[in-house]
């Protein structure tokens, strides 16, 4: 069975973008099939993987609000093996709209229950809120990857996170587990980066991961031209990295932690 793992802080800027679409891009490279849920409003994950607005006839608003067939919204992306159930600026209403439906919190979960069989990772690219499009996505998920920032401020907001997770835990989820604590836009050449490190290693031991992702110009280039990492230059630093994350994800699959 597919294994559903959430991506989600709700600080902007950490990085669930860029980890949910090249994380996705590289164990889709490593023959894993593999679907993008992508549940932001901004859509940054669906134009990330090169899908343009006018190809998406149904998005994620459709599956969550209308119920949509989820088959119906998936689309094939310039990777084999990865595919993505886009998101569009509509679905900025569905945090308003969602507030008075029966079981709000659970639509995710019911409509991608019936596929996830048909995939061997789903990631959740969540927006920047803990608002009900994120518990949506925790519900619907085994796990979840945090993405912090190597910055001074990186477990600023965390607890809030892990209370979030915590009720979703008690009352949405009871198997929902971290799945791992990803550091991201490191830059190697300040100490506060190091200092960063151990911090969150302090707070999080094991569940943090060897890879480490650096601060990679490729990287942040890589969505102007609508291409995860590995189609713009697999050869860069900030792919091997997530090429790493990947073959880390899939060796704590086959472990039990
Ligand atoms: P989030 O989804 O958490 O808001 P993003 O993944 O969109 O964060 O990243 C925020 C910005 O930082 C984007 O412009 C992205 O291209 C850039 N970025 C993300 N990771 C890296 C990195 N490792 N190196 C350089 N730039 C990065
Ligand atoms: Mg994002």
């Known amino acids: 069975m597919g294994k559903i793992i959430a991506v989600a802080n709700q600080k902007g800027g950490v990085g669930k973008t860029t980890t ?9 490279t490593l023959g894993q099939k593999v679907l993008l849920i992508d549940i932001d409003p901004q859509g940054n994950a669906t134009s990330g993987v090169g899908i343009n607005k006018a190809d998406i006839r149904y998005c994620i608003y459709d599956v969550l609000i209308n119920d949509i067939d989820p088959m119906d919204a998936i689309i094939p992306t310039d990777v084999t093996n990865l595919f993505v159930l886009p998101a569009s600026i509509q679905l900025a209403g569905a945090e ?25 990772y ?3 690219d969540c927006p920047p809120s ?6 949506n996505s925790l519900t619907a998920s085994d796990s979840v990857l945090v993405p912090i920032q190597c910055e001074f401020y990186a477990l600023e907001g965390v607890s809030q996170l892990l209370n979030t997770i915590r009720l979703v835990q008690k009352h949405l989820n009871t198997s929902l587990q971290i799945e791992g604590i990803l550091l991201t836009m490191l830059d190697a050449r300040t100490n506060l980066g190091i200092q960063v490190i151990e911090e969150v290693k302090k707070y999080f031991r094991e569940k943090v ?4 992702i650096p601060r990679n110009i490729r990287l942040s280039e890589a969505p102007s031209h609508g291409q995860s990492i590995i189609k713009y230059d697999a050869r860069s630093r900030g792919a091997e990295v997530y090429m790493e994350l990947a073959r880390e994800v899939l060796e704590i699959g086959k472990t039990v932690r």
Do not use: H
């Open 96 to 120: 308003i709209e969602l507030v008075p439906t029966i079981s709000r919190e659970v639509r995710l979960k019911r409509a991608i229950e019936s596929i996830r069989d048909k995939y061997d």
């Open 209 to 212: 991961y060897q890879a480490i």
């Open 130 to 135: 803990l608002g009900i499009l994120t518990v």
């Open 122 to 124: 789903v990631f959740i």
């Open 20 to 28: 949910s679409v090249n994380l996705s891009a590289c164990l889709a």
